[in-house]
């Protein structure tokens, strides 16, 4: 007898109205979040195994590229690091006569790079905000060495921009100096080569560079980004990761969706980098 997570049965309640048995042929095609996109390219790359008559394109651009497209119609699937907002919830509705579908398919914990070099192990949420509002300019205000801070940030259509605007800068405006990257990668290569360097992105991606752990306050343990704390959620950045898609989608969407929630898919997810759904 099969035994479903909570995760995969709340999921499939929520698309128990799409109906039919899955067709295995067709096109699906997937777009959003750069946080996400090798995540989705390694689901895709895995399901066509198996599904040799489906065909998964995946694309990135950023969480609110892909948001766009689930309203207008040109993709299947959006993936999203953040949550889709209220008026976004909307506009699909009044285009599409439905609200989105929200599937919750693997958790992050957002990420603060620094360089190898650099002395600091461990920053509270509020010293990333006066860093990355421009309040803190200097690694001397922190306990590091004296020299200017190089903030990296994310382009404003991206879920992870939006998430560290609303999680660590309290929706406060990133400062100027910070340098707007095209993905994660761009951040964490940026990071590689700035000895005085800051960014952040999903824990996937944190190759060749330090990962700092993070304090909720002076008085709290720092934390770092780990399979124990994404899980109990003490790690003050975790996140949950998403699909979004339109009400009664295809039998292929549903398909490879519920492959996605299976332990197959969430399997995915611990290779790439990521935490599997409980």
């Not at 879920?159 to 990257?181: C, I, S, W």
Request: glycine content about 10%; proline content about 5%; some cysteine.
């Amino acid at each position: 007898m099969k035994i479903m997570t909570k995760a995969a049965l709340a999921a499939t309640l929520a698309l128990g109205a799409w109906g039919a048995k899955p067709a295995l042929a067709g096109t699906v095609t997937v777009k959003g979040s750069d946080t996400m996109v090798v995540l989705g390219q390694r689901w895709a790359e895995e399901y066509m195994k198996s599904h040799p008559s489906t065909t998964i394109q995946v694309t990135g651009g950023g969480s609110g590229t892909g948001i766009s497209a689930l309203i207008n119609g040109t993709t299947d699937v959006c993936e999203a690091s953040r949550a889709m907002k209220e008026a976004e919830k909307k506009q699909l509705a009044d285009k599409a006569g439905a609200p989105p579908v929200e599937i919750t398919v693997a958790k992050d914990g957002l990420s603060v790079y620094v360089n190898d070099s650099n002395p600091i192990n461990e920053l509270t949420m509020d010293q990333l905000k006066q860093i990355f509002t421009g309040k803190v300019e200097n690694w001397k205000q922190v306990g590091g060495p004296d020299a200017r801070i190089i903030p990296y940030s994310r382009e404003n259509s991206s879920g992870t921009y939006v998430f560290f605007k609303e999680h660590v800068l309290q929706n406060a405006d990133y400062t100027p100096r910070a340098q707007a990257m095209p993905g994660t990668a761009a951040v964490v290569n940026a990071v590689v080569k700035e000895k005085f360097g800051i960014g952040y992105g999903g824990a996937a991606y944190a190759k060749g560079i330090k990962v700092l752990k993070v304090k909720k306050d002076a008085g709290s343990a720092a934390i770092a980004p780990e399979d124990k704390t994404i899980k109990d959620g003490t790690y003050p950045l975790s996140r949950p990761l998403f699909f979004y898609v339109r009400a009664k989608p295809s039998a292929e969407i549903k398909a490879f969706t519920d492959w996605v929630l299976s332990p197959a898919g969430q399997g995915i997810v611990t290779k790439v980098g990521y935490f599997p759904i409980k």
